[in-house]
């Protein structure tokens, strides 16, 4: 079966480092997504990885392991507005699809 | 440039009832997606249309149905109304889904009450 699972809550403190961890279970394999989502609003999109290793986009990070079925998301230097909720995805069919499989999601609060 | 734009925001609906969700992606994109979002189940896809074809179907009921127009906007329709459905719908667009690396585009949803 599809299977993607993230820790449901998180909290961290102001100016510090949080890795939040995702691990998959999919039939196939074409792409790991991280999203986040401010409570009513739209899931924006942060970072993609198909090959293993780390991608680094200014504050965020993610990593991704296929062998392991394994990535996460790392937030430095973590500011107020980071408090949201962060979504990990995978695109698991190749070809033309946009069709996603998404966790239920990481609540992450961050406190002064 | 605009973004996603998903009416109404707000719908109250009573069991038995239908609705008709709609969905006007970016200008340029021609690939909506079609999402339920509840607070159990994260996001579930639901359908994916491209050039009016649609293109992907998610695990749900023919209770829900989509379609998308020349235009490339599109609605969802949910019919005979569940106290289950009450969830929010989230819309993305996409330029088209040929690009692996291809982000989606969300809409901030429309939240669905059943009564």
């Known amino acids: 079966g599809q299977n993607i699972d993230q820790p449901t809550e998180m909290t961290a403190t102001e100016g510090a480092i949080v890795q939040i961890n995702c691990t998959y279970q999919?039939?196939?394999?074409?792409?790991l997504f991280w999203y986040q989502q401010h409570a009513g609003e739209a899931p924006t999109f942060l970072s993609y990885n198909v090959l293993d290793g780390l991608e680094e986009k200014g504050r965020f990070s993610s990593f991704l392991s296929r062998s392991k079925g394994y990535s996460y998301l790392l937030l430095k230097e973590l500011q107020m507005k980071d408090s949201a909720s962060y979504l990990c995805?995978?695109?698991?069919?190749?070809?033309?699809?946009?069709?996603?499989?998404f966790g239920t999601g990481t609540l992450l609060a961050v406190q002064p | 440039k605009a973004g996603v734009t998903q009416t109404p925001r707000y719908l109250i609906k009573t069991r038995g009832q239908q609705v008709t969700l709609s969905c006007s992606p970016i200008s340029g994109h021609r690939s909506v997606s079609w999402y339920q979002q509840t607070p159990g189940q994260g996001l579930q896809f639901l359908f994916e249309y491209f050039s009016e074809t649609q293109r992907n179907k998610g695990n749900f009921p023919g209770r829900f149905s989509g379609r998308q127009f020349s235009n490339s906007r599109s609605e969802m329709n949910v019919s005979t109304l569940e106290l289950g459905d009450s969830a929010l719908y989230l819309c993305?667009?996409?330029?088209?889904?040929?690009?692996?690396?291809?982000?989606?585009?969300f809409g901030s949803g429309t939240q669905l009450s059943v009564l």
């Open positions: 993305a667009s996409s330029r088209s889904p040929r690009q692996a690396n291809e982000k989606l585009f």
């Open positions: 995805a995978v695109r698991d069919q190749g070809g033309a699809t946009n069709k996603l499989i």
């Open positions: 999919t039939s196939g394999f074409n792409g």
